[in-house]
């Protein structure tokens, strides 16, 4: 601590100098305001007015200097709550960002090296097909091969295009509507996108969140709906809270079947996980030949409230 208070005071920034202004205004300037008025009741208007007109036109200019004053001292205090709230954006942003790198990470330690493993289990399979001259059983377990591997390329792409700082530069709509355009370009699937009800004042980590939980709800329609259409809503319910869904008119699945392994395949654990970081509840419907519905609800007076403790942290 005492380290990083001397770089602070080797490098101040602007909202270093700023409470510098303020600490000497608010020491200096009441001293100088009861200095002023003893002079200027007992001396210069004590001499030309009577007693109570000089108490009186005294009493206004000192109330119209301290309106000036504290007009000054409120103007310095929001311009400091403006910079904290912006370096709050800032750090909530850089930890979504570092947590998100160390979920990846483990994704791609546990999900690459099985896929891996699984594709060299294959690769041998091939090569006892062509040394047995089984030429056509090569090529269809070749085409499988190819199937996993785009698979694997697409959820490498789309894990790796959440690090992107898109959302926390352009906010969570614009990051919404670049990367469904992108998702229809490349999967040929359209996604109709209804966010009339997203507000404009969520936290970054909440933004972040549900960015990924949306951009994982896809991937689940690309991989497993067998449709050609989904989409993604946002509404706000009266009692301030923000409901996304992610919807498909798909095969659908057992909810039962998702309580074992095949649930950690979905990444259902995952998008649960995220939404319980944000502070929200998570709901899944399906069942076979019906489709899938992933809900978010999230309050969002809570993310506000996590904003402003955190730039009131990063004041003090």
Not at 36 to 52: H, K, M, T, V
Not at 73 to 98: D, T, Y
Not at 244 to 264: E, N, S, T, W
């Amino acid at each position: 601590m005492m380290r990083q208070r001397s770089v602070l005071a080797r490098h101040p920034g602007p909202a270093h100098r700023q409470i510098t202004q303020l600490k000497l205004l608010t020491t200096i300037l009441p001293a100088a305001a009861i200095t002023l008025y003893e002079l200027l009741r007992d001396g210069f208007f004590g001499d030309i007015l009577p007693g109570p007109y000089s108490y009186l036109l005294t009493a206004v200019i000192a109330v119209a200097l301290t309106w000036v004053f504290s007009e000054f001292i409120f103007g310095i205090v929001e311009r400091l709550e403006a910079h904290a709230l912006a370096r709050s954006r800032e750090v909530a942003a850089l930890s979504a960002m570092m947590e998100e790198r160390e979920r990846l990470s483990r994704e791609l330690h546990d999900g690459l090296a099985q896929l891996v493993a699984y594709l060299l289990v294959r690769i041998d399979t091939v090569t006892g097909l062509v040394n047995a001259g089984r030429r056509a059983d090569a090529v269809a377990e070749l085409e499988r091969l190819r199937d996993v591997t785009d698979d694997l390329y697409a959820d490498v792409r789309e894990s790796i295009s959440g690090l992107r700082t898109r959302v926390t530069e352009r906010g969570l709509l614009p990051a919404v509507r670049d990367y469904i355009d992108e998702f229809e370009e490349r999967h040929g699937i359209t996604v109709d996108l209804h966010a009339d009800g997203l507000p404009s004042h969520l936290s970054p980590l909440a933004e972040f969140q549900l960015f990924r939980i949306m951009q994982e709800a896809l991937s689940n329609v690309r991989k497993h709906a067998a449709t050609n259409s989904a989409w993604v809503s946002f509404t706000c319910r009266d009692q301030g809270v923000l409901v996304m869904v992610v919807g498909d008119y798909g095969q659908g699945f057992d909810l039962g079947d998702m309580m074992g392994p095949r649930g950690k395949r979905y990444g259902l654990s995952t998008m649960r996980e995220r939404t319980a970081t944000a502070g929200g509840a998570f709901r899944v419907e399906s069942r076979p030949g019906a489709g899938t519905r992933i809900t978010v609800e999230l309050s969002v007076q809570s993310t506000i409230e996590g904003r402003d403790n955190l730039a009131s942290t990063i004041a003090r």
